[in-house]
């Protein structure tokens, strides 16, 4: 969630490049090559923890590992976007660390991570070489560490044979992050990177595992997901972001449940209802974010499946104001951003992902992108802010292999 910021995604990043790229670096041809995608959350924002549902979709900027073994005990990680900064280890090392690793920052060791936690569930990557290249904004919200180790799993498994459906892969990509880099994230992200399928959005619900996707046909209607990085730093998400967890945990206990999930399940008015027991005014807006998110995502399914955009857009919006109101992980300028977004005429705007900094996703229709994008660049230079990219979402394939012409 937080690897170094400030390098500007590559517009594309595909298998021949990579193939190159890695034959120039170490002297051979890679043995396999994986992509993984960043995603976009839709809504159900800091709910994954919770036990809540999630609506992502991935998004076609891409991560791109390849990799081969090198018949030794040595790991190399090198990457197209940081070429002066090599990560080693000695597989031996990863492997004696057992299930309490030493936490490792740095991009490389989101790729160690992926080797560490694969071990712990006995699968055993060899010593290897590997070239990462990604087209995945960093630092925007957009996932570009699951994108990194969801692309780390798939080929690590290639490499050491096993067969790992991708539901497993996700929570192995999930513990690398947790327990090997130290960020306590939920499983949204790895999930979207890994089990996303084009022109969908995966509604994944965190308490019970169940899966749907859901076609996400908005250009049909004239519509589309409109994504602006704005392109400031989300120092603080790692310590706010476990702060936020750690409050939820929190309000769970106090109102004697195992995860706020429980209590959304009760439905909006008893949920209402139970949350004002809380007498911490902080933690009862955290909890009460959390219930009222949940239910909005139910409610975003809903529309979505009906094509109904004007709800769907409405919902987008609330989550926003609560995300900023209740749960305080927004910032001036993804505030900015949403009400530009909205006088600019969309349907919807809210921050994606942890927040604190990073992207806002919009529903707007086609013929206001450009409008919109144009009022997006003259308020942000107005208030000195950094200058903002805009990307329309294409509903993207989850992780897989690539093959030579891919
Ligand atoms: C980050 C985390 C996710 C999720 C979001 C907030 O992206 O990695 O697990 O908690 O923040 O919804």
Redesign the pocket.
């Known amino acids: 969630?937080n690897p170094p910021a400030g390098i500007p995604p590559r517009p594309t990043a595909d298998t021949a490049d990579i193939v190159s790229a890695f034959t120039a670096t170490f002297r051979r041809e890679p043995s396999v090559v994986w992509s993984a995608p960043g995603r976009v959350?839709l809504i159900g924002?800091?709910v994954?923890?919770n036990g809540g549902p999630v609506l992502p979709f991935a998004i076609q900027h891409r991560c791109y590992l390849a990799a081969a073994p090198t018949g030794e005990r040595t790991v190399t990680v090198r990457s197209a976007q940081f070429p002066a900064d090599t990560t080693t280890a000695d597989i031996a090392d990863l492997r004696a660390a057992g299930d309490s690793p030493a936490r490792r920052a740095g991009w490389g060791s989101y790729v160690l991570g992926v080797i560490w936690a694969l071990g712990q569930v006995g699968v055993y990557v060899p010593g290897v070489d590997v070239l990462v290249d990604s087209s995945v904004p960093v630092g925007a919200g957009l996932?570009s560490s699951a994108a990194l180790e969801c692309a780390a799993v798939g080929a690590f498994c290639d490499l050491a044979d096993a067969d790992i459906e991708g539901p497993q892969r996700a929570v192995i990509a999930q513990r690398a992050e947790n327990d090997f880099v130290g960020v306590p994230?939920?499983?949204?992200?790895q999930m979207a990177s890994t089990c996303a399928t084009a022109g969908h959005a995966l509604l994944y619900d965190t308490y019970n595992h169940h899966k749907e996707q859901i076609p996400l046909n908005v250009s049909d209607d004239g519509y589309e997901f409109l994504i602006v990085d704005t392109g400031a730093a989300h120092g603080l998400v790692d310590g706010e972001?476990a702060r936020r967890r750690t409050a939820c945990e929190q309000a769970a206990r106090l109102l004697g449940v195992k995860s706020l999930r429980l209590v959304a399940d009760l439905g909006p008015q008893q949920s209402a209802h139970l949350i004002t027991a809380i007498t911490d005014t902080t933690l009862r807006h955290r909890a009460r974010h959390v219930v009222t998110e949940i239910h909005r995502v139910h409610q975003a399914a809903d529309a979505l499946k009906h094509g109904d955009w004007p709800r769907l857009g409405t919902l987008m919006t609330a989550s926003h104001n609560s995300l900023r109101d209740d749960f305080e992980v927004s910032s001036p300028q993804l505030d900015t951003a949403v009400q530009t977004l909205l006088n600019a005429g969309a349907l919807g705007a809210r921050l994606t992902?942890?927040g604190f900094g990073g992207s806002v996703v919009a529903l707007i229709a086609t013929t206001q992108t450009q409008t919109a994008a144009h009022a997006i660049t003259t308020t942000f230079k107005n208030a000195r802010y950094t200058t903002p990219t805009t990307t329309t979402a294409i509903p993207s394939q989850g992780a897989h292999r690539q093959t030579p012409h891919t």
């Open positions: 969630m959350n924002e800091h994954d923890y996932s994230c939920g499983l949204m992200d972001y992902g942890a």
